[in-house]
């Protein structure tokens, strides 16, 4: 099977439609039709289950779908490999992180970085915690920054800092006015939390089953700005991370509380996959980011 091969097919798997993969890849249905066919003649058996316009991976599909992923995973990892031998001052970071780092941490990191190693340029995603995590498991993404410390295998992690982390409350709350609070005094309060799946929502989870009451949800969000309005307004109460200040905003009516308890704190890590091919490129960065955060 060719690069282009993989690339195709492994799109289409992971799409299911034919359409939405042809466009993807700038191909026309027909002619994407007409490689699997072609593709399907040449192995002998089916490898998707046809639903009208919509494709299901079969049981052949799913092993030569996994078979495919992994052989194209090891051939980008050779092409970087390559490209560094060619020109070690050059390369390519892909770096996934969780939205709320993007505007302070993730800046600083590269700013400083290029500042040596300017020939080094990043493709940066932003999304949820468990999302990052998985790009780093599927090969789409180098490195990671996350919170708190995924609970999958096969992923290496370093904390690189901790952040403080406080109650938000409307201003005209009975208890904005405290210097400091445990959480289990907010427990009869509405919370609005990030969506399950983000870093916050593990962090708030995990906070209140320690002060041993489950959180009533009024709503969920995927962007600590509008969680901050909304608690601004009077809709409910949350946990923010007090050093993400700038990210949220000003907000008129917030008020945040220090929480007292001990675990009460948020620790942001790299990941990476433990049985990835690294390039130097990436190895680089990684060390200047365990280097950063050494002088935190």
């Not at 992971?14 to 040449?42: C, D, K």
């Not at 092993?63 to 390559?82: I, N, P, T, W």
């Not at 708190?148 to 406080?166: S, Y």
């Not at 409350?169 to 009869?188: G, K, N």
Request: hydrophobic share 45%.
């Amino acid at each position: 099977m060719t690069s282009d091969e993989l690339h195709w097919f492994t799109t289409l798997a992971e799409l299911e439609r034919v359409g939405a993969a042809a466009e993807r890849l700038h191909l026309t249905q027909p002619t994407l039709s007409r490689m699997l066919a072609r593709l399907e003649r040449r192995l002998g058996v089916r490898l998707f289950d046809r639903h009208g316009k919509r494709l299901t991976l079969n049981d052949f599909g799913r092993v030569y779908y996994e078979h495919a992923r992994r052989a194209r995973f090891e051939l980008d990892a050779a092409a970087r490999e390559l490209a560094d031998l060619a020109n070690p001052a050059q390369g390519t970071v892909r770096l996934a992180f969780q939205h709320s780092m993007g505007a302070r941490v993730v800046p600083e990191l590269i700013a400083g970085f290029r500042r040596t190693s300017g020939r080094v340029t990043f493709t940066l995603t932003q999304d949820a915690s468990d999302t990052v995590t998985a790009a780093i498991l599927a090969g789409t993404a180098d490195l990671g920054l996350v919170s708190p410390k995924p609970t999958a295998g096969g992923v290496g992690w370093r904390p690189l800092l901790v952040q403080r982390l406080a109650l938000a409350l409307p201003a005209d709350h009975r208890l904005a006015t405290r210097r400091q609070l445990h959480l289990a005094e907010a427990a009869d309060a509405d919370f609005i939390a990030m969506r399950p799946g983000f870093g916050m929502r593990h962090v708030l989870d995990d906070l209140c089953a320690a002060a041993d009451f489950r959180p009533r949800i009024a709503f969920e969000c995927s962007n600590l700005s509008t969680i901050a309005g909304l608690v601004a307004v009077g809709l409910g109460v949350s946990v923010l991370p007090l050093e993400d200040l700038p990210v949220i905003g000003p907000h008129p009516g917030l008020a945040l509380v220090p929480i007292a308890d001990s675990n009460a704190m948020r620790e942001v890590g790299m990941i990476w996959s433990t049985g990835a091919a690294t390039s130097e490129a990436v190895r680089r960065f990684r060390d200047f980011a365990f280097a950063w955060a050494a002088e935190q």
